[in-house]
């Protein structure tokens, strides 16, 4: 497991421009990353959030990977879109206003999400979307999150939307 967290771990290219496709086609407005790694998604988001005049949050827990992510994004051109935050994802969604975030993409230590998910309900905006990355080829670490989702999908309708037992 440590080298795994060692790793830098970017969302490929199809996923990243499949998602700011997402903040585009909703105009989202406040994007918020959980798991900037070295910034790769999200100069891709803050590229999409200048179509919408919106901005990007992203958080990172390791240090040099904030470093890393500010030099990359400022290189890209792109920080004034974005805000680069060096803490836990949980600690930044607990004081988040309330229906304030149009698209949260989790890209972060999987099995924390379902602790998120309060404060994710929480955050959203009514039609807000939660993506998440590598829900397929690591379900088993998001089981947990994904059972928090069925249950709610079978409460709410269409509040929670694409959670299926299958995953996809």
């Given at each position: 497991?440590?080298?795994?967290?060692?790793?830098?771990?970017?969302?490929?290219?199809?996923?990243a421009g499949l998602?700011?496709l997402?903040?585009r086609?909703?105009?989202?407005?406040?994007v918020?990353?959980?798991?900037?790694?070295?910034?790769?998604?999200?100069?891709?988001f803050?590229?999409?959030?200048r179509d919408?005049d919106?901005?990007v949050?992203?958080?990172e827990?390791d240090?040099?990977?904030v470093?890393?992510?500010?030099?990359?994004?400022e290189?890209?051109?792109?920080?004034?879109?974005?805000?680069?935050?060096?803490?836990?994802g949980?600690?930044?969604?607990?004081?988040t206003?309330?229906?304030?975030v149009?698209?949260?993409v989790l890209?972060?230590?999987?099995?924390?999400?379902?602790?998120?998910w309060p404060?994710?309900r929480?955050?959203?905006?009514?039609?807000?979307v939660?993506?998440?990355?590598?829900?397929?080829?690591?379900?088993?670490q998001l089981?947990?999150f994904?059972?928090?989702?069925?249950?709610?999908?079978?409460?709410?309708?269409?509040?929670?939307?694409g959670a299926?037992?299958?995953g996809?």
């Amino acid at each position: 497991m440590a080298d795994r967290l060692l790793r830098l771990r970017n969302m490929t290219p199809e996923v990243a421009g499949l998602i700011a496709l997402l903040i585009r086609s909703q105009r989202s407005a406040h994007v918020l990353e959980i798991g900037t790694s070295n910034g790769y998604s999200a100069i891709w988001f803050a590229d999409a959030v200048r179509d919408t005049d919106g901005r990007v949050t992203t958080v990172e827990t390791d240090v040099e990977r904030v470093e890393a992510a500010v030099r990359n994004i400022e290189g890209a051109g792109v920080s004034a879109w974005v805000t680069v935050v060096h803490d836990d994802g949980g600690n930044v969604l607990a004081p988040t206003l309330d229906a304030s975030v149009d698209l949260v993409v989790l890209d972060a230590e999987r099995p924390a999400y379902a602790d998120y998910w309060p404060h994710l309900r929480r955050v959203l905006t009514p039609y807000g979307v939660v993506a998440v990355d590598n829900a397929v080829s690591h379900g088993e670490q998001l089981t947990k999150f994904r059972a928090l989702l069925e249950r709610e999908s079978g409460k709410a309708g269409k509040r929670v939307r694409g959670a299926s037992p299958g995953g996809r």
